[in-house]
């Protein structure tokens, strides 16, 4: 008999623990909230910037830049989430550079679930070769709210950020010569 009552305490106990931990959903607000996806568009990852002119050698190029690293993060307020990233952005100084620095145009767009733009802004990015230096970067700060409408998740959504490059630098990236 004595043996029956401590697999029944036991049983209670493992029942009391059980009903605990479910217990701790009631007080849970909903599912959780997914982040929309940040990616970084692969042919906008990198720019050659030239010189004025027909020349597209290397004596011409002013700079190279492209984007090092995005890391992000997001938080949801009533139905918006607001999409927080840092982006890396690394820039080399070439030889028909006459300054110090350089302006590097970046974008950041919003892409609905059917691969939409709904949004796109592009930002210029100083880079300052400080001391006669080559190379140089510069963390850039973003912040995009989006406005979630009934039934929408922040994982309907992806945020694509790159380089602004021309239609020759795109075709640059992507092998092709022009």
């Not at 401590?6 to 607000?29: D, E, H, M, P, T």
């Not at 990852?45 to 010189?51: L, N």
Request: hydrophobic share 40%; proline share 3%; aromatic share 8%.
């Amino acid at each position: 008999m004595k043996r029956f009552r401590n697999v029944g305490g036991k049983a209670a106990l493992i029942c009391i623990a059980i009903l605990s931990l479910s217990a701790c959903s009631l007080f849970q607000s909903g599912s959780p909230k997914v982040c929309p996806r940040v990616a970084l568009l692969n042919d906008a990852a990198k720019m050659t910037q030239y010189r004025d002119g027909p020349g597209r050698d290397l004596i011409d190029v002013v700079y190279e830049a492209r984007v090092h690293d995005v890391k992000w993060g997001c938080k949801y307020v009533d139905s918006r989430v607001r999409v927080e990233a840092r982006i890396d952005i690394v820039a080399q100084r070439g030889p028909a550079s006459s300054g110090d620095g350089a302006q590097v145009p970046f974008f950041v767009a919003i892409i609905d679930s059917a691969q939409n733009i709904v949004a796109k802004k592009v930002f210029q990015s100083e880079v300052e070769f400080r001391g006669g230096r080559r190379r140089a970067g510069v963390r850039e700060e973003i912040d995009q709210t989006i406005f979630l409408k009934q039934g929408e998740h922040g994982s309907d959504y992806e945020v694509i950020v790159g380089l602004q490059v021309s239609e020759q630098q795109l075709q640059q990236n992507r092998g092709r010569r022009f």
